[in-house]
């Protein structure tokens, strides 16, 4: 289909605004709107929820348990204490049902009495004091009486069973029974800490009648206020939720920012005050959601031109001790388990289940990393049976338009999978640097004219590596998601002549503020300064469905779209059709606000039956490839990821500065995830769970990353776009991981790519091994 590749933009300021010069035409510039909270948090002006003060407010603090599984005895205060001075509170205080309101009710605010702890570091008690010194002294002096009870941490040998999926396509006896190579594996990989900037915050305000006034770090401001009122017995007005400056989110603050918020309200409503829960980075890391660990096995048949003729695919993820939002990470983590790639033949088989470990939840990718990661590093490993090019065995299998997925969804519309893959490889030099790296193993191998000493930096013994990888990822809501969401967008033009656009849809980091006034004033004509885009306040805006699954730009940004064109169409014709930026401050003096609310509506395709799991599971996917160059140290197993190329296909894109950030963001993430970022866990606890101990890359780590954006816009959203927060994520590790086989010949199947994995497996491999 038609594409259009963007060349990377540079950052040339003309009357504050960035001007891409790969949209220049002969007199004019486009140009792009400034981020529009980027003044605020480069001089420190931003507010985040720790800088808020709220006179009288009290700090709180979690009782948590020590222990993986156990029965709940007792709370035992001190009775050598001081209690009068302070609050507690535990599960008897909850007014309403003791859940916090996700998938499935399995997850309890507090444990009670009685009942059982699942996971170490759960919530079991609260506690509130006027200064942060007697929080200290008092929180140590709860005792919880516990019962051990057996523990499971095993995900494959876990019997309770959170959810399971099955697709089938065509028949996959004889698919196999047709290949000329069948290769079997497996893959593993283990938790990732979100580490947003900000850790989770929020302040709890008791409102008039009983009500509650929550302000904090978040996505998803009616997530938590659906929980509010579930937990709290409270209406839509006592409920009130604003999100304030958030800094990061990864999906971390998806659904766990329901907790906190519902740990905050319980003892600001028992002591009547405001109420503070500002978790420091050791409480974060030891207790909220993480990306799920996964093993994923693959039995692949193949023609000897490197043909897919048959995929058989089971997963088994790691839930934690709770649901969350487990079985939709699992359910896309299924639908993109067989890769971007056509196949007549499939079996994918997936379940997730309960360890005593803490819950796992949402995690940028959401499922599809995980999987992407195994099969691209499946089909590498294919690749190189049949001595054929990584890029040859793609461009053999990647969908094309009219193909069909595993779910019998036939590929429309925006398929850009070899156009994503081609502007890798030429970018990269792909195969002129693979030939140059395969002269150097030859080398090190003694077997060439090339002397017999590896490649040397330094004292070091090095080697060299380039590897790739595609992949795709569905935009929106998995199947009917969207549907049941009913998202609502408003655009509002007010009484005193203000545009203002109204989404529930959170900023942090990624853009929102910025891209949302900059699509609503082209479609009005009016200056982007001129479009406010007010707080996520669940007072104040509709429920646009949450800040997650790449649906932002492409769901939310078409429903404004939409409802500011019927505005402008009002306005123009109570106005003799005069231009809408001409008479709209005169149309609102003379007859008042008006405001339009769009709501979601079915976008076309075959309807998605989740019982058979077959239909049109997305309503279009985006499309991303990615090279990455490594430098390996053969003595000490250490990588040094040197270069990537990230290629996004994103639908249109709205604003090419922020599009580029988000996708050195993500492809850096993936780094992380390929070569460094560990959770250790033992007995259900996580030991690293210190800044000084899980390792994220810095600064310094970051190899250079080149962005190119390629447009194949989707014809069913006004606009065109699709997501891109997610998309660079699913293909970083694979590529990385492809690129440390290049330069040392072993393959890492479980991430991360430490160094001890690295020399295990070239000790492995190694003739002394062999023999």
Not at 49 to 62: E, H, K, M
Not at 207 to 219: L, N, P, T, V
Not at 274 to 288: G, N
Request: one cysteine or more.
């Amino acid at each position: 289909m038609p594409t259009r590749t963007l060349t990377p933009p540079t950052e040339t300021v003309e009357r504050a605004l960035i001007v891409d010069p790969g949209q220049r035409v002969p007199g004019r510039a486009r140009a792009y709107p400034l981020r529009r909270e980027g003044p605020a948090k480069l001089t420190g002006a931003a507010k985040y929820t720790d800088d808020l003060v709220f006179p009288g407010a009290w700090y709180g603090a979690t009782i948590r348990s020590t222990e993986a599984h156990a029965r709940l005895l007792a709370i035992e205060p001190d009775p050598d204490a001081d209690w009068s001075k302070v609050v507690i509170v535990t599960a008897a205080d909850i007014p309403g049902h003791n859940v916090v309101a996700s998938i499935k009710d399995d997850q309890p605010i507090l444990v009670p009495v009685g009942g059982e702890i699942q996971h170490h570091a759960e919530p079991v008690a609260l506690l509130a004091a006027p200064d942060r010194e007697t929080l200290r002294q008092l929180k140590g002096r709860i005792r919880l009486v516990t019962e051990q009870l057996p523990a499971v941490f095993d995900p494959e040998v876990s019997a309770h069973v959170f959810a399971q999926y099955e697709i089938k396509d065509g028949d996959l006896e004889a698919g196999f029974g047709e290949a000329e190579l069948v290769l079997e594996g497996s893959y593993r990989v283990g938790h990732q800490e979100q580490l947003y900037i900000e850790n989770q915050a929020i302040i709890a305000v008791p409102a008039e009648g009983g009500g509650i006034e929550i302000h904090g770090s978040m996505q998803c401001p009616y997530y938590v206020h659906n929980a509010l009122k579930r937990a709290l017995q409270m209406d839509n007005v006592q409920a009130r939720v604003i999100q304030e400056e958030t800094g990061g989110g990864f999906g971390g603050k998806e659904e766990y920012p329901s907790m906190v918020a519902l740990h905050a309200s319980l003892l600001a409503l028992k002591c009547r005050r405001p109420v503070r829960m500002i978790y420091d980075r050791h409480e974060d890391i030891s207790a909220t959601t993480k990306r799920h660990p996964a093993v994923i096995r693959h039995r692949t048949g193949v023609k000897r031109d490197g043909t897919i003729v048959a995929q058989d695919i089971q997963i088994v993820m790691d839930g934690g001790a709770y649901c969350t939002l487990t079985p939709v990470v699992l359910s896309r983590g299924a639908l993109h388990a067989g890769g971007p790639y056509r196949c007549p033949n499939v079996r994918i088989r997936a379940r997730a289940t309960r360890t005593n470990t803490p819950p796992n939840g949402a995690f940028r990718g959401f499922g599809a990393p995980q999987v992407e990661f195994a099969v691209e590093t499946h089909l590498n490993r294919i690749a190189e049976a049949l001595e054929l090019s990584p890029a040859e065995i793609r461009r053999c299998n990647a969908y094309d338009e009219g193909d069909r997925t595993p779910t019998g969804q036939v590929l429309r519309d925006s398929v850009a999978a070899h156009e994503a893959l081609e502007q890798a490889v030429a970018a990269s030099h792909f195969e002129r640097f693979r030939a140059m790296t395969a002269a150097e193993a030859k080398a090190r191998r003694g077997s060439g004219t090339i002397p017999e000493e590896p490649y040397r930096t330094g004292a070091s013994r090095t080697a060299r590596g380039i590897g790739l990888a595609l992949g795709w990822h569905g935009a929106g809501f998995t199947g009917a998601g969207e549907v049941h969401l009913a998202s609502v967008a408003s655009v509002e033009l007010t009484a005193d002549g203000r545009i203002r656009v109204l989404t529930a849809q959170t900023e942090m980091g990624q853009g929102t503020k910025t891209i949302f006034p900059q699509l609503i004033a082209r479609e009005l004509g009016v200056p982007v300064d001129w479009v406010e885009y007010p707080s996520q306040d669940t007072a104040e805006v509709p429920n646009s469905g949450p800040t997650v699954a790449s649906r932002t730009a492409m769901v939310v940004g078409g429903l404004c779209i939409k409802a500011a064109r019927r505005l402008k169409a009002e306005v123009e014709g109570r106005n003799g059709g005069l231009p809408f930026h001409e008479v709209f401050r005169d149309d609102a003096a003379s007859h008042g606000a008006t405001r339009i609310d769009e709501r979601f509506e079915p976008f076309p395709g075959e309807p998605f039956d989740e019982e058979r799991y077959r239909g049109d599971a997305y309503p279009a996917f985006g499309w991303a490839a990615a090279v990455a160059t490594v430098q390996v140290d053969l003595d000490t197993g250490e990588v040094s990821v040197q270069d990537v190329i990230a290629v996004d296909e994103v639908g249109t894109v709205i604003h090419p500065i922020l599009c580029e950030g988000q996708v050195e963001g993500g492809t850096l993430q993936a780094v992380g995830y390929a070569t460094i970022e560990e959770m250790k866990v033992e007995d259900g606890r996580y030991v690293n769970d210190r800044l000084a101990t899980y390792l994220i890359p810095t600064a310094l780590d970051a190899p250079h990353i080149r962005s190119i954006l390629v447009e194949a816009p989707y014809p069913h959203v006004p606009h065109g776009a699709k997501g891109v927060g997610e998309l660079p994520m699913d293909v970083g590790a694979p590529a990385v991981v492809a690129a440390i086989h290049d330069a040392t010949g072993t393959w890492i199947t479980e991430l991360p790519a430490t160094p001890e994995r690295i020399l295990a497996a070239l000790a492995a491999s190694s003739p002394e091994a062999a023999a």
